[in-house]
């Protein structure tokens, strides 16, 4: 069975950083992209952006372009998602998701639980 | 403001069907795959249809998609009170230089 596990909730200080991670079990890792979608309080999905486990390739929402970093480390099946320097805005839950390709199409089928990011003063 | 155009709101008493409309583009649903999505009151998306009209194994026939041109439509069947969601269609966008995954802003479905 395929599962992502996504790391614990956060709560962190405007201008802080954060890495949160997300780790794929129950296929190969190199296989499927994995993408990344914020939810923000009371309001609908966001496609933030997806990245390649093989080659690291990574394409971002216009939205997302430049305010956060995805990545990968194959070597312990994890896709991450980081801020250098958190607003009050990106206060949200984001979920990670496996980026399923077959018969000419690809979406995300598998979803990770979300790890709740609270950035408060 | 998002790509694709849902309805924020939709009801039905158990028994009926509904259906949930998505309006798009040429540059999106025009010309790729529609994808549905159920989310659960505190829980992540799970996938419900995939390319169109195609339902993952485990979830029930009650649930079908259609796509005609620039639009798709959801549509529940024996609505159950277990159905009570936030339901999101989604596509790829050509629009820019790269594609880009788009969703609706979502449609409540609340259980009469």
């Known amino acids: 069975e395929v599962q992502l596990v996504q790391s614990g909730a956060e709560v962190k200080k405007p201008g802080e950083s954060l890495k949160i991670s997300c780790e794929v079990s129950g296929h190969s890792f190199s296989i499927y992209w994995i993408g990344w979608v914020r939810q923000m309080p009371g309001k609908g999905l966001e496609w933030m952006g997806i990245?390649?486990?093989?080659?690291?390739?990574?394409r971002y929402s216009p939205s997302f372009q430049g305010q956060v970093n995805i990545s990968v480390d194959k070597s312990i099946s994890t896709a991450y998602l980081q801020w250098s320097s958190l607003k009050a805005s990106d206060t949200a839950m984001y979920y990670c998701a496996r980026l399923y390709y077959g018969s000419g199409s690809r979406y995300m089928d598998v979803w990770g639980k979300g790890t709740t990011v609270t950035v408060s003063s | 403001q998002s790509v694709l155009t849902q309805p924020p709101s939709a009801s039905g008493t158990p028994g009926q069907r509904v259906t949930i409309s998505c309006s798009g583009s040429s540059s999106n649903i025009g010309s790729n795959y529609v994808y549905w999505y159920q989310q659960l009151p505190g829980t992540a998306p799970k996938l419900l249809i995939y390319?169109?009209?195609q339902r993952p194994s485990g979830v029930p026939d009650r649930f079908s998609g259609s796509k005609s041109g620039t639009s798709a439509s959801l549509a529940i069947s024996g609505l159950r009170s277990e159905d009570e969601a936030d339901y999101y269609c989604?596509?790829?966008?050509?629009?820019?230089?790269?594609?880009?995954?788009?969703f609706g802003g979502g449609t409540k479905l609340t259980v009469l």
């Open positions: 390319r169109n009209n």
């Open positions: 989604a596509a790829w966008d050509d629009s820019l230089s790269a594609a880009n995954w788009v």
């Open positions: 990245i390649s486990p093989v080659d690291s390739d990574t």
